[in-house]
């Protein structure tokens, strides 16, 4: 546990050492463009936590824009979650019917989301629907493949073993295929989630009236650039955050795993 509280400290004061240079720097060059991390540390004080105190000093910034962000964030992984495990889970153990799809599946995950952002905008209108079916689309591919991956991976022991005991249909499937599968299974929600935050962020730069994108944006017609700045910062701390909290959803629900290694999961403590 020392070990691992080291490697944790080391870490945090690279970045300390990180802040600190950019402070320096940013105050030296006086560039209107690149603010010190204090005036955004201040901007973003004022954006979100400059509220009544009735309301526990939260902003409109918070409960209009980015609770409602992180709403869609979750709907649309979490659709692609759901629509993706079981659908890869089936074509993993099924090469005839992956063979028939494979072809549509290779066009259809290769055009990106970004370039389909306005037929979506057209199609649901401007509003969450619009960004939650982006988020879903880019977000969709990468959980499918990898599940299709990891359920091609199942020992052949197991699958003899569940012969034996006449196992099928959903205990099969989630009972046998999916504990085998996790590892990539992970791995997919991993990525994507990554890929959910910056669709999440690109839909509502171009057709949004709300969310993180849209008061970056409007931050930035407005010249206030520290709180451009601000949200910024907020998205790689959501990005942080969200891929922390799944890491260690993964380590508690692989540790029973043999070919899983948690120090290979870049958490905060790893």
Do not use: C
């Amino acid at each position: 546990m020392s070990g691992r509280w080291a490697v944790f400290a080391r870490r945090w004061l690279v970045f300390a050492a990180f802040v600190l240079a950019w402070q320096w720097l940013t105050t030296s060059l006086a560039d209107p463009y690149f603010p010190p991390p204090t005036r955004i540390l201040d901007a973003a004080r004022q954006a979100w936590l400059s509220g009544p105190a009735s309301g526990l000093f939260l902003t409109d910034a918070v409960t209009a824009d980015l609770l409602p962000s992180l709403g869609r964030l979750l709907a649309g992984w979490l659709v692609a979650v759901v629509v993706a495990v079981p659908a890869g889970l089936v074509l993993g153990r099924s090469p005839k019917l992956t063979d028939y799809v494979s072809a549509m599946f290779s066009f259809a995950r290769s055009v990106p989301s970004t370039l389909l952002v306005p037929v979506f905008l057209v199609m649901f209108g401007i509003g969450p629907r619009a960004e939650i079916v982006t988020i879903l689309w880019g977000t969709v591919w990468p959980i499918l493949l990898n599940t299709i991956d990891g359920a091609r991976s199942v020992d052949e022991v197991r699958i003899e073993t569940a012969r034996a005991f006449r196992i099928g249909g959903a205990r099969w499937l989630f009972g046998v295929v999916l504990p085998s599968a996790l590892p990539k299974v992970f791995a997919g929600l991993r990525s994507a989630l990554s890929i959910a935050i910056i669709l999440m962020i690109v839909s509502e730069l171009m057709g949004s009236d709300s969310g993180i994108g849209y008061r970056m944006i409007n931050a930035q017609g407005a010249f206030r650039l520290p709180e451009m700045w601000a949200w910024i910062v907020l998205v790689s701390l959501l990005g942080y955050l969200s891929n922390l909290l799944l890491t260690q959803v993964e380590r508690r629900a692989l540790a029973w795993h043999p070919g899983f290694r948690p120090e290979r999961l870049g958490s905060g403590l790893a």
